[in-house]
């Protein structure tokens, strides 16, 4: 699959909220580098397959419900996020996933376009460790059909988030 040239407004294929949260964050050079797809790239193996990257070097950005308050988890593309590790790192009695019209309110974006930071509210953000074993990872950048490079580090950074180790480990 190709990419094409970026052509909002912005001179960017990321959602504008998520345009201004990389110019709020003096970060306006990612702008260049947003990749834009003609098919979505929801999912991480969608996104991986068209950028031609592992499936790893793709950041998930899941919202889950901690005793009903929304909280960001970074995951590899190649992993799962294990709620109960999840659970014991907040504290939470209980941890479900977030509803779709939840993470769109609470994000401003839709399931498959949220990206790890520049979100309508903010909340805790929990990163996991598997991320920094890429120099680059994938994430999206507000929409389906938009991702964006950056080194892991510079990621969990500007998401605010805590390194964890929540992802499940299969037997």
Same mark, same amino acid.
């Given at each position: 699959?190709?990419?094409?040239?970026?052509?909002?407004?912005?001179?960017?294929?990321?959602?504008?909220?998520?345009?201004?949260?990389?110019?709020?964050?003096?970060?306006?050079?990612?702008?260049?580098?947003?990749?834009?797809?003609?098919?979505?790239?929801?999912?991480?193996?969608?996104?991986?397959?068209?950028?031609?990257?592992?499936?790893? +070097?793709?950041?998930?950005?899941?919202?889950f419900a901690a005793d009903g308050v929304p909280v960001l988890v970074l995951m590899d593309g190649a992993s799962r996020v294990d709620v109960e590790l999840v659970r014991e790192e907040l504290g939470a009695e209980k941890v479900t996933r977030a509803s779709a019209d939840v993470v769109r309110e609470f994000t401003g974006y839709a399931i498959g376009g949220v990206p790890p930071f520049g979100h309508r509210h903010t909340t805790r953000v929990l990163a996991d460790r598997s991320l920094l074993a890429h120099d680059v990872?994938?994430?999206?950048?507000?929409?389906?059909?938009?991702?964006?490079?950056?080194?892991?580090?510079?990621?969990?950074? +500007?998401?605010?988030?805590?390194?964890?180790?929540?992802?499940?480990?299969?037997?």
């Open positions: 699959m190709t990419t094409t040239a970026a052509t909002d407004a912005e001179g960017s294929g990321a959602h504008p909220l998520f345009a201004a949260a990389l110019d709020e964050r003096g970060l306006g050079e990612l702008h260049a580098r947003v990749r834009r797809f003609p098919d979505a790239t929801r999912t991480a193996a969608e996104a991986a397959a068209a950028i031609g990257c592992e499936l790893s +070097q793709i950041c998930k950005s899941l919202i990872v994938w994430a999206a950048a507000g929409n389906p059909h938009a991702v964006f490079p950056m080194e892991p580090k510079e990621l969990v950074a +500007q998401a605010g988030a805590s390194l964890v180790d929540v992802r499940e480990h299969t037997s």
